[in-house]
């Protein structure tokens, strides 16, 4: 699916697909986050299978103006959980609220491991 919603110049079409590469680079800025990783071993076949196409970790589903967000993260070693996935929350919801001009209505994060 896509966002849509319109204004005083227009119709405006953001597809899920860039919201998911927008979050990517959103969340690699936070301290903290290592890397993503896929949720199970269906996501990461399908990320291996369609290279480059997908954003491994990251799941956005949209409904009217009302996005849904699924993130997969390893986490840096020695830091507090917690906070890092706290301050993820706040960033994304924030940078991509912003971006779009949709509500983020939910941000679900999964810490898939701890790495140095």
Do not use: P, Q, W
Request: with cysteine; proline share 0%.
């Amino acid at each position: 699916m896509s966002v849509k919603t319109n204004n005083i110049y227009g119709k405006i079409i953001i597809s899920d697909k860039t919201i998911e590469r927008y979050i990517s680079h959103v969340a690699m800025d936070c301290y903290g986050i290592v890397e993503f990783a896929s949720k199970n071993l269906f996501d990461a076949i399908v990320s291996f299978i369609k290279f480059g196409s997908e954003v491994k970790g990251v799941k956005v589903r949209s409904f009217g103006d009302r996005v849904f967000i699924d993130v997969s993260v390893i986490v840096k070693y020695g830091v507090s959980i917690k906070a890092v996935v706290e301050a993820l929350k706040e960033s994304i919801k924030y940078k991509v609220e912003k971006f779009t001009g949709m509500l983020v209505e939910g941000i679900n994060v999964n810490v898939m491991g701890v790495k140095e």
